[in-house]
């Protein structure tokens, strides 16, 4: 949403991820296993909430933000004072701000990637890619063309995107091998003109986008181990463009959601969310956090208040 990497939440109802489920063979059945376990989560008696928290992106080890660092410092510290492990950890495999990332980078957090699902919990890997067009970061949005330009053999953009699309591919099909499921997270907060993928004139332009990294990963790649999650932003400002304007279809989303950086769950999150369940898909706040304009540098945000909300 913001340049900056402040904390995510991933939530959904939901109880711990049972770690039997990763000691499954058949990567498929592992995927289907974990789409049924979330699902299936609103028709548990218990109905309780699935966390997650972001740990870092592909980085160089030494910066603050990697992946590594980050799991230490978020996640592990969390476990060390509560004796509780989050059930989502996300990740990045690309950075604001900075070049595209090399492969190695992108396997560093890989490693991390295993280790939580090793320990019986679940993960989360955004692509935010660079522009196709500039060689800019994600947020480079200042020059606009038609998305479609991107995936159209032959054009300069098409060959800049293959190029990373193939690096995301490699880096998963590692995860695949070592039979881990991803809950994949591209081209977020579409709907807001803050990315050089967000509020597309035509949402079509936007749907091709999407079907073709689809399509690509899952049958040319044969990437088999990928959950799909499809999140915006709610609808909070002019700026906005509706959420459904841009929905690949039912047969190219697992998982629907939305991103917000706010104190509470406004009305437009509520909008979203009884929008959004309409599709029959498992809904998630696929980011969550304090807006900064509101909150303190130590932190205000009370979660209790959002769990309250969200029950």
């Not at 950075?95 to 396997?107: D, E, S, Y």
């Not at 490693?111 to 320990?119: D, E, F, G, Y």
């Not at 579409?190 to 073709?212: E, M, P, S, T, V």
Request: glycine share 8%; aromatic share 12%.
């Amino acid at each position: 949403m913001k340049t900056e990497w402040i904390v995510r939440v991933v939530l959904c109802y939901a109880t711990f991820l049972s770690c039997t489920i990763a000691g499954a063979d058949d990567i498929t059945n592992v995927r289907s296993d974990v789409l049924k376990y979330l699902t299936e989560l609103p028709n548990r008696p218990d109905k309780k909430v699935l966390s997650g928290q972001h740990a870092g992106d592909s980085q160089p080890l030494f910066n603050p933000f990697c992946a590594k660092n980050g799991y230490a410092k978020y996640v592990e510290a969390l476990k060390t004072r509560t004796g509780k492990l989050v059930a989502i950890t996300g990740f990045g495999y690309d950075v604001l701000g900075a070049p595209i990332q090399p492969m190695k980078n992108l396997l560093e957090v890989n490693a991390v990637v295993k280790a939580h699902w090793n320990r019986g919990g679940l993960v989360e890997i955004g692509s935010c890619g660079h522009n196709p067009w500039t060689g800019g970061p994600a947020d480079d949005h200042k020059i606009k063309h038609h998305l479609t330009e991107a995936i159209t053999p032959g054009t300069t953009a098409n060959r800049n995107w293959m190029k990373q699309l193939d690096n995301f591919a490699e880096a998963l099909a590692e995860l695949q091998a070592s039979g881990i499921v991803v809950l994949w997270r591209p081209f977020h907060e579409f709907n807001g003109d803050w990315f050089w993928w967000g509020a597309a004139a035509d949402g079509q332009d936007y749907i091709a986008l999407w079907r073709h990294m689809h399509d690509y990963l899952t049958n040319t790649k044969k990437l088999h181990n990928l959950i799909w999650v499809w999140a915006g932003s709610r609808e909070s400002g002019k700026w906005m463009q509706p959420l459904m304007k841009y929905y690949p279809g039912d047969a190219y989303v697992d998982i629907v959601g939305i991103d917000m950086y706010y104190d509470t769950l406004d009305p437009a999150a509520v909008k979203a969310y009884n929008d959004l369940s309409k599709l029959g898909k498992p809904f998630a706040l696929a980011e969550y956090g304090p807006d900064n304009k509101t909150t303190t540098k130590t932190g205000t945000l009370d979660l209790t208040r959002l769990i309250s909300q969200i029950k």
